[in-house]
């Protein structure tokens, strides 16, 4: 098993093309133009020899020669620290500290309605889009006060807030038509890199 792992070369991100957390993982690999080899798969459908090494058996998983990594958010934190051009953080300590403060709010907040958003009950799902809706147009002066999200420049807070906010029409949030972030969303989506991030499904998600 570890022998079929120490042959590759380079690095494959074993990815799920309709999941925003391996979308997310996807867009830093764009942003910073890595070389990494994307692999199409189904969560529960990783390849036999990741299987022990990946306990969750969950995507995105990144393997870079005998290291197995997953949880999206350890992955994007490897992958900019390998690669460290552009920084996705901010260089002092508290900024860094803020960054991944902004970084947890959008995870529980905003991603932890996800299942909710799935859900079979309309009720949930109705609640979880208010919520979503309402946070975002609450967030209204962020997405407007600065080119990127609380900052001048790209960070992994955009990385992970992006690909979220592309899912908004399947997720059946719609935002007011003056809503800031739509501004910010336009901005983001224009991006080469992020339309390199995308999946031929996740493309078909805003034809
Ligand atoms: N916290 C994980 C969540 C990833 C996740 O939920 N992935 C889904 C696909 S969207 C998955 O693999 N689910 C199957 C499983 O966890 O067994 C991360 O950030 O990577």
């Known amino acids: 098993m570890t022998q079929v792992i120490a042959r590759r070369s380079g690095m494959s991100l074993y990815?799920?093309?309709?999941?925003?957390?391996?979308?997310?993982?996807?867009?830093?690999?764009?942003?910073?133009?890595?070389?990494?080899?994307?692999?199409?798969?189904?969560p529960g459908h990783l390849p036999e020899d990741l299987i022990d090494l990946n306990p969750y058996n969950s995507m995105?998983?990144?393997?870079?020669?005998?290291?197995?990594?997953?949880?999206?958010?350890?992955?994007?934190?490897?992958?900019?620290?390998?690669?460290?051009?552009?920084p996705l953080l901010p260089v002092d300590p508290v900024s860094r500290a803020k960054s991944r403060l902004v970084?947890?709010?959008?995870?529980?907040?905003?991603?932890?309605?996800?299942?909710?958003?799935?859900?079979?009950?309309?009720?949930?799902?109705?609640?979880?889009?208010?919520?979503l809706a309402d946070g975002l147009q609450a967030s209204g002066e962020v997405?407007?006060?600065?080119?990127?999200?609380?900052?001048?420049?790209?960070?992994?807070?955009?990385?992970?807030?992006?690909?979220?906010?592309?899912?908004?029409p399947v997720y059946g949030v719609e935002l007011p038509a003056r809503s800031p972030a739509l501004d910010y969303m336009k901005r983001m989506f224009a991006r080469p890199a992020f339309q390199d991030s995308l999946s031929e499904a996740e493309r078909e998600m805003r034809d």
């Not at 998983?61 to 990594?69: I, N």
């Not at 350890?74 to 051009?85: A, C, G, K, N, T």
């Not at 407007?144 to 908004?168: G, H, I, K, Q, Y």
């Open 15 to 42: 990815s799920d093309p309709t999941c925003p957390y391996s979308h997310r993982t996807r867009l830093v690999v764009a942003e910073k133009g890595i070389n990494v080899d994307i692999v199409d798969a189904q």
């Open 60 to 86: 995105p998983t990144l393997v870079d020669r005998d290291l197995v990594l997953y949880d999206s958010r350890v992955i994007m934190e490897y992958l900019d620290e390998r690669f460290p051009h552009p």
């Open 103 to 131: 970084q947890h709010r959008i995870e529980y907040d905003w991603y932890g309605l996800i299942t909710d958003l799935g859900s079979r009950s309309e009720k949930r799902v109705s609640k979880a889009r208010k919520t």
């Open 143 to 168: 997405f407007s006060a600065m080119p990127f999200f609380l900052s001048n420049e790209l960070t992994m807070v955009d990385c992970m807030l992006v690909p979220l906010l592309w899912r908004l």
